[in-house]
Each structure stands twice: as C-alpha cells, then as structure tokens.
C-alpha cells in the first residue's frame, strides 16, 4: 500500500502565491508551522522567493531560527515530481522530511520540506517565518514573472516551449 504524501509548503506555491497552480488538484490539509526552528530568508529580485534552513552556530544568521510557517497537502506521486522539478531538487533545493504541528488541532504530521543551504548572506531574513508577511503580488506583477518556467534536473528551464541550456549558478541566482 502507498503512503500517502504530504507537503509543507512555506513558499510561492502557498495559496496566495504565484506557484500554487503547480499543486492545483491537490487536497489541503491545513496550515502548519515546523516543529523544529529553521532560519528563512528571501530575495526580492528578481522574483520573491524565499528559502529555508539550517545554519551554523557561527553564522550571522544564527539566533533567527524560528517556526516556519506554512500549509500542508496531500499530494500524489506525478504532483511530487512536478514539485521536485519546480524546485530543483536535488540540485537548489533539498527534499527532506520534517515534522509540523497543524495550527487547527496541534496534531504533529510527518512532511516533505523543501530547505536550502542558507550560507548567503546577501538575502533579507523573514523575522516573522511566514514568507506571506514578506510577499507582495503587487510587486510580483511589477515584475511580471513568468511562473510558468520551472527547473529540470538535468540543468535546464522548460518554459513551455522546449528546453534551453542555463548555467545551474545562474538559475540559482533567479
């Protein structure tokens, strides 16, 4: 028998985000926050994105750890790698398992994550865990990005219209 796969998503494929629509079908369970204190940051251009993870005890970041906000999903085998795609992983994002409290009932499930390794600096930390506080549509319609483009394992963007090569620093710099 399969068992069934849940996401947290704490991200651009939440329900007021621009990368929903790549779990479009997919059932709600309800949102969550992480049971262990993670650190995220987020970038502003050229797109909003934010990532989430662990630093060391020597970085400046450290001491921002805090529950990450976000929402849960059952979701089937095709929709995890269509998300796998979308995040690059393993190559820009990591797919691991992590433990959320849901905020309804404090029922603690077992979840996918998608974390990052935040050795950079240069991006704002989200003081509060919850990339909706940091997210602006008004701004991503400014910016008029294409989310119809995601990244595939083997280096390159579908944008709809066939595979292009792009350099894996640099998509990881978008």
């Known amino acids: 028998m399969n068992e069934p796969i849940l996401l947290f998503t704490y991200g651009t ?7 929903h629509g790549r779990i479009k079908g997919s059932k709600f369970i309800g949102n969550a926050v992480t049971c262990e204190p993670m650190v995220m ?13 662990r630093v060391a005890d020597t970085h400046p970041l450290h ?3 805090m529950p990450i906000e976000g929402e849960v999903y059952l979701i089937d085998r095709p929709t995890l790698q269509r998300v796998d795609r979308a995040e690059g992983h393993p190559y820009v994002y990591e797919r ?8 309804e009932n404090g029922e603690v499930l077992k979840c996918y994550i998608y974390v990052y390794d935040v050795e950079e600096t240069e991006y704002k930390a989200v003081p509060t865990g919850d990339f909706i ?9 400014e910016q008029k990005h294409y989310s119809g483009k995601f990244f595939d394992p083997v280096g390159r963007v579908n944008s709809g219209q066939g595979l292009f090569s792009l350099p894996l620093n640099e998509l990881k710099n978008r």
């Open 13 to 19: 494929m939440r329900q007021k985000c621009y990368n």
């Open 41 to 53: 940051v987020a970038k502003t251009h050229p797109r909003q994105i934010p990532y989430v993870g």
């Open 63 to 65: 001491g921002n750890e």
């Open 96 to 103: 691991e398992y992590c433990y959320v409290r849901m905020s």
């Open 133 to 141: 506080d940091f997210y602006s549509p008004t701004k991503h319609r």
